[in-house]
């Protein structure tokens, strides 16, 4: 995590970091600062958010500068902690996004040689080696550093009397964006929407001299030409647009979402990718691999997969899977990461690649890691996703999902056609649950003052359940859990009673009967329940203390209303709760460490 941010040109180079750090604070968010040049190096940071910090600073007046956003790893959001982290001189200045694994060491080493470092962070060390290893020849200098430190290092360093930037990338984004006389670094694309849209993304390993009039990146040791890309994004796509919240606005993107993204794929006259096993029999066995809400976009895309091409699929915690799981050549795998640079993904996409198994990548960032390591990418047109929490690129999942699946469904022409149909009127049936936001917001108020919430499904809408709760808690801070509808009763039944509701998806499937037992066995422990549920099914509302309606569909197509109806119910819990909804605590965006 943690967002950083370089610039060297003729602006004022304070009003430019702060403004492309405000944008990045989606990736971390407990402290933040700057590092301009001027006659020497001016620190300026502290423990607060970067609008707090750029309210407080007086105007600086340097030309070149760095900064950072944090989300803390080594040492509590401080001020000592926060970044830049300097040198014992106060002459060189680092950003860093990563962990160096070996920092309690290299601490202990330099302490020996008479180096003070004054924070708990792991990223003091970087320029205290970098002042170690000086003799005259930053760059040089800034690579010999480099060399001594093991774990991701993507920085930025900047030193008094040097007119450039050096910039080093290794496991996580670090992106160039290229201006007229004048260039910026930054963690993301968002930050640097404003100022251009020509960029280069950085490899690992690659070290970049960044001044003025130019770029030079060198990759062990020799020089590299990294293309150059132009963004599609726009401006808009990274601002609030009117709403109150990016979470609000986000969620109300989904019907466009759809569109885009199935334009695109139906513009396409093969399959978006091909889901053939290596041995050429026709797809077998699927491995999904993801984390978080991309996660649960697999588990809907397990139940996608196996209902449609009836094939086995296995859909695992990225994390889980490269400490335990096994992967033969045989496999194909997909892994789903919005950002496509989540470490836990990645490492996945490693460890499948090695074993020699395909990968296919579905992603929202164009030139992401993920992108750069699979074999094949499909993305999503979500649009740049600010909030924390993950709405519009889940949504684009599962429309990459359905559209993977739908070249291989083992159905008859009719239902085929009919599938595409119900697929294509998905924007309009999402637009009619966003219709009826004002009803979820009503029913949101009155969820609000519950601290603990269990949420049901089954089938394709278990994994809805499971995103209805993540979506929840990680915004209004009510513990919510999601779970199957028949586990509930093997233990969690303990929990239930009058404070404990139970939100419980119901589908028009062969699902929905057994649902309807559960709610019923959830009744007789008096928690009181919220059913989401069709319009028109009045036997089931009557069982519920609380409906939310969501159009009529073919019950494939139910995760993506159902979705979006719970969606809307954690944003109006959580605004009723008063709650940072776009940047809920501990939490960053994109999680680029282990
Ligand atoms: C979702 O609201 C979360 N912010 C989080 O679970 C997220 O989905 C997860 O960290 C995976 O991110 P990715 O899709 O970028 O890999």
Redesign the pocket.
Known sequence: MCGIVGYIGARKAQSVLLDCLGKLEYRGYDSCGIAVLNDGIEVRKDAVRVKALAKALAPLNGTTGIGHTRWATHGEPSKVNAHPQCDCTGRIAVVHNGVINNFQKLREQLAEEGHTLASQTDTEVIPHLIEKYYDGDFVKAVERALKDIEGSYTMIALMAGESRLVAARKDSPLIIGIGDRENFLASDVPALLDYTSRVIYLEDGDIAVVNAGGVRVKNNGSPIVREEHKILWSVEDAQKGGYEHFMLKEIHEQPRVIRDTLAEYIASAEPIADLTAAGGTGPEDLLIL?????YHAGLVGKYIIEGLVKIPVRCEMADEFNYAGQVSARNKALV????G??TD?LKAVKKLKEAGCEVIAITNVVGSTASRLADRTIYTRAGPEIS???TK?FLGQLIALYWLALPYARVDIRRLDELVRELRQLPVKVQQVLDNEAAIADIARQMAGYENIFFIGKGINYPVALEGA??LK?ISYIHAEGYAAGELKHGPFALLGSRTPVVAVVAQDNTCEPVITSIKEIKARRSPVLVLMSEGDDDTAELADFVITVPQIDPLFSPVVNSVALQLLAYYVAKQRDCPIDFPRN?A???TVE
């Open positions: 993801a984390c978080g809400t991309s789903i990461t919005q950002s640079e989540t993904a924390v929490a993950a690129t993540l979506k990680e939490l965006k994109s999680v």
